[in-house]
């Protein structure tokens, strides 16, 4: 099945814990992102990799640490986590001068 | 970076009316505009999209149009159903080498009253 898929889907953590979210494409599309969900439903684009290239880095504290070891992969690792870091997380992607395709979202909630 | 602006936040139309949402961009580079439709719990899904070199496109009850000049770009829905309920978001984006890259409107909320 042809999508973008992410895990774990939800994730329940206490603050100062470190955590991953891993994420997977078999779309054949060289650009990958991580998108931000807040309360509020605002998509706040954290980090975009063009073929393994970090392109886009939005001003994501250094706690965030995005690892791409191919451009069908792209991981987003977090330390220390935060109380404001609860959200949900969309890795998608998409190919030059096409829509992005999200995946299922990974819901955070840290306690 | 873009700026991308949409308006309402929320609307709420009578089912069969129509519903309007109006974004608004600032960077003139913009050349790709989707629409997302999100769900309860859900993914963002796209519905439509329109490119800078076309000034509107139909999809059966779902059109935008786009108005490269002023900057702002619109999704019209005709005969609404309860099925369109859902967060809509409007994205623009500009196509670079290293691939595309899309700021995202603040999303509106429509509710269709059965």
């Known amino acids: 099945d042809t999508a973008v898929s992410q895990t774990p889907k939800y994730l329940v953590t206490q603050m100062g814990n470190d955590k991953s979210i891993k994420c997977e494409q078999n779309?054949?599309?060289?650009?990958m992102y991580w998108y931000k969900q807040d309360s509020k439903k605002f998509l706040k684009i954290m980090f975009s990799?063009?073929?393994?290239?970090?392109?886009i880095n939005e001003t994501v504290p250094n706690r965030f640490s995005p690892k791409s070891p191919d451009k069908a992969h792209l991981n987003l690792h977090i330390n220390s986590l935060e109380l404001g870091d609860s959200a949900v997380y969309f890795c998608?992607?998409?190919?030059?001068?096409?829509?992005?395709?999200f995946g299922n979202g990974t819901r955070l909630t840290v306690t | 970076g873009e700026n991308v602006e949409q308006h309402p936040s929320t609307l709420s139309v009578q089912e069969g009316d129509s519903a309007v949402i109006k974004c608004t961009y600032s960077d003139s580079a913009s050349n790709y505009f989707p629409w997302y439709k999100q769900e309860l719990g859900k993914r963002p899904q796209l519905i439509i999209d329109?490119?800078?070199?076309?000034g509107e496109k139909k999809d059966q009850r779902i059109a935008v149009t786009l108005n490269k000049t002023a900057k702002h770009f619109s999704l019209h829905i005709t005969e609404t159903q309860p099925e369109d309920s859902a967060v809509y978001f409007c994205?623009?984006?500009?196509?670079?080498?290293?691939?595309?890259?899309?700021?995202f409107g603040t999303g509106t909320s429509l509710t269709v009253i059965p």
């Open positions: 329109i490119r800078s070199n076309v």
């Open positions: 990799y063009n073929n393994k290239e970090l392109i």
């Open positions: 994205a623009a984006s500009i196509t670079r080498n290293t691939g595309n890259q899309f700021y």
């Open positions: 998608a992607s998409s190919q030059r001068g096409s829509p992005l395709h």
């Open positions: 779309l054949g599309h060289d650009t």
